[in-house]
Nanobody
Framework: QVQLQESGGGSVQAGGSLRLSCAAS????????MGWFRQAPGREREGIAS???????RYADSVKGRFTISRDNAKNILYLQMNSLKPEDTAMYYC??????????????????WGQGTQVTAPH
């Protein structure tokens, strides 16, 4: 069983930065695929970044070059550094874990553990 808890959301002016954190339980955290997802009102949830056990990362085009995903395996924490925030980044952000080791972390359909989400708002 994996438990996830996000923190670090808030409201920031467009162009500003935020860093989200996701604290994870589980003794084998370092082996998990980890991902960040977001969902804006009236829109489908989208995956925006993933990191595997070798720290290989992938990003959605919408955040590439502005967001950075990283992980601290000693502390069981996942991060999302968000720079140059835009109004369209406004959404609820979720971290998720996949412990199945089945295929690519970025395209995985097996993210079975989710946090409760943290709101990010970058108003016009």
């Amino acid at each position: 069983q994996v438990q996830l808890q996000e923190s670090g959301g808030g409201s920031v002016q467009a162009g500003g930065s935020l860093r989200l954190s996701c604290a994870a339980s589980g003794s084998t955290y370092s082996s998990y695929c980890m991902g960040w997802f977001r969902q804006a009102p009236g829109r489908e949830r989208e995956g925006i970044a993933s990191i595997d056990s070798f720290r290989r990362t992938r990003y959605a085009d919408s955040v590439k070059g502005r967001f950075t995903i990283s992980r601290d395996n000693a502390k069981n924490i996942l991060y999302l550094q968000m720079n140059s925030l835009k109004p369209e980044d406004t959404a609820m952000y979720y971290c998720a874990a996949d412990d199945t080791h089945l295929g690519s972390c970025y395209t995985s359909q097996y993210y079975g553990y989710w946090g409760q989400g943290t709101q990010v708002t970058a108003p016009h």
